[in-house]
Nanobody, 126 residues
């Protein structure tokens, strides 16, 4: 049974950085793409970033482009989300997800993933 466990969230000030980690187990990690989504109170879950199984292709939401960096270490079965220049509007619960859609272009959609972590809270204060 696949399990994804996020860590690294916390309370920071605007302009600070955080690195989230997502440790995977239960299936072959590098057979699957990884994604990060977030959900703020009262809002729908939204795409943040994705990375293909090889790590060669990444994609970002416009709102985080240039500030966030997704990466993966297949030897450690772990994906990361480096978040720099954090803004108050980045406050949300962040979820990692694993999936193998037909096309990489589908990785911005929650339905492309079949496994999700429990989420980690990121709070950015002004």
């Amino acid at each position: 049974q696949v399990q994804l466990v996020e860590s690294g969230g916390g309370l920071v000030q605007a302009g600070d950085s955080l690195r989230l980690s997502c440790a995977a187990s239960g299936r072959t990690f590098d057979d699957y793409a990884m994604g990060w989504f977030r959900q703020a109170p009262g809002k729908e879950r939204e795409f943040v970033a994705s990375i293909t199984w090889s790590g060669r292709s990444t994609n970002y939401a416009d709102s985080v482009q240039g500030r966030f960096l997704i990466s993966r270490d297949n030897a450690k079965n772990t994906a990361y989300l480096q978040m720099n220049s954090l803004k108050v509007e980045d406050t949300a619960v962040y979820y990692c997800a694993s999936g193998a859609p037909t096309m990489a272009s589908q990785l911005s959609y929650p339905w492309a993933y079949d496994a999700w972590g429990q989420g980690t809270q990121v709070t950015v204060s002004s």
